[in-house]
């Protein structure tokens, strides 16, 4: 989730059309923010190195994902104060089509229920709202199934606004809905569950809802991060940050097969949890949020896991922290940006610091790096 509400100019660069891998999720092919394409565009403008650049109906959080010659971007119209969906051509920016789906768009004035990312295989592509919409269409734009989330398991339980992007992984899609126990601002109920759901790509039918449960309290449970795909050796698991603690999922059947926590041990109550999860190197971090350290797991066990399983963190240096953006890791490294400390860290897999850097600007940076 990025918490910045974006411009309302959908914009792509000349170098980005010319390359031919595809960007399928909001964190990109490989699930960690990066692509093995090169010549990529160091610098632009409103006007220099830019391919098209369209207008949108209104604003969102969303990313734009690409699929061979498409760009699909979640979104409102904000005169109608309606959800839509949208498809671009990506050679010129044409609308190919656009879907306006549920009238109401917002419930405060921070974010709007089209803050979670698109998702495709390249077959189907799939839009989730705030709302609890769940809409799969071919890449043609034709409607395949669509069903609301909210309704099937509950008012979502969130002070703000929901904004988890879902995953694509095989034949699977998975949402996770980690929220609170009783009801805040007059939504969800005392029986609120979180939970990773899975639902078959092709027809949207669950196939599994794993509940999760947290020892985190008030805000502290909710989490707007999005669940990420990750292989150690041989096993595939889904990992899931949020409620105090990270965990990783058997793809399968949701069983829970470890668990590391945590890094709020006195049950802060206002530790809502906004970075996904990102793996490389045989680590996955933790970031933990409001200004405190980035943890990397190193998950080789079942159940719970011990201090033994923390690789290393960046508590001894205040600079290496994300409230908000999802690091990045490629060619070995992680690359993490502090929004509250205003900085970009080049970090390998073991912690240590290759450069540290001051972003420039007086502007606070909550998107995440790509």
């Given at each position: 989730m990025?918490?910045l509400q974006?411009s ?8 980005a059309?010319?390359?031919a ?9 490989f ?37 061979d ?8 119209d ?16 044409k ?19 089209a ?12 839009f989730f709202y ?17 069903r ?27 949402i996770?809905v980690?929220?609170r126990?009783?009801?805040?601002s007059?939504?969800g ?8 759901l899975?639902?078959?790509?092709a027809?949207g039918?669950?196939?599994?809802r794993?509940i ?5 309290v ?21 990992l899931?940050?949020g409620?105090?603690?990270l965990?990783g ?30 793996a490389?190197?045989?680590v996955?971090?933790?970031?933990a949020?409001k ?33 908000v953006?999802?690091?990045t890791?490629?060619?070995?490294d992680?690359?993490i940006?502090?929004d ?25 940076y ?5």
């Open positions: 990025r918490r974006l309302l100019a959908l914009m792509l660069t000349i170098a059309i010319t390359q891998t595809n960007w399928p999720h909001w964190r990109g092919p699930y960690n923010g990066s692509t093995d394409e090169a010549a990529l565009p160091f610098e632009w403008s409103r006007t220099d190195g830019v391919l098209w650049s369209v207008e949108l109906p209104g604003c969102s959080a969303a990313t734009p994902i690409v699929w010659d498409r760009v699909f971007i979640s979104g409102v904000a005169p109608q104060d309606r959800l839509v969906a949208m498809c671009f051509d990506a050679a010129d920016g609308l190919l089509w656009r879907h306006d789906l549920a009238q109401g768009t917002q419930r405060d004035g921070r974010s709007n229920y803050s979670a990312s698109p998702v495709t295989d390249g077959r189907l592509v799939v705030a709302n609890g919409d769940l809409v799969c269409y071919d890449m043609a734009g034709a409607r395949q199934w669509a609301n989330i909210q309704q099937d398991y509950g008012t979502f339980a969130f002070l703000w606004t929901f904004a988890a992007s879902p995953t694509i992984v095989g034949d699977r899609l998975y996770q980690l929220q126990d009783v009801p805040v007059g939504r109920s005392s029986r609120n569950d979180s939970y990773l899975a639902v078959g790509l027809d039918k669950t196939l599994w794993q999760r449960p947290s020892q985190a008030a805000e502290s449970r909710e989490a707007f991060s999005t669940p990420i795909p990750h292989r150690f050796g041989d096993s595939l698991q889904i899931v940050v409620g105090d603690d965990t999922h058997d793809p399968a059947t949701g069983e829970e097969l470890w668990r590391w926590g945590t890094w709020n041990p006195r049950r802060i109550g206002h530790w809502r949890l906004v970075p996904s999860p990102v490389g190197g045989g996955v971090l933790a970031c949020p200004d405190d350290p980035i943890y990397a797991i190193a998950p080789k066990g079942r159940g719970v896991l011990g201090d033994d399983a923390v690789a290393w963190t960046s508590a001894s240096t205040r600079q290496i922290t994300s409230d953006p999802t690091p890791f490629y060619d070995g992680f690359f940006l502090s509250l400390r205003k900085s970009l860290a080049r970090v390998d897999a073991t912690g240590g610091v290759k450069w540290l850097i001051e972003t420039p600007g007086r502007s606070k909550e998107a995440s790096p790509t």
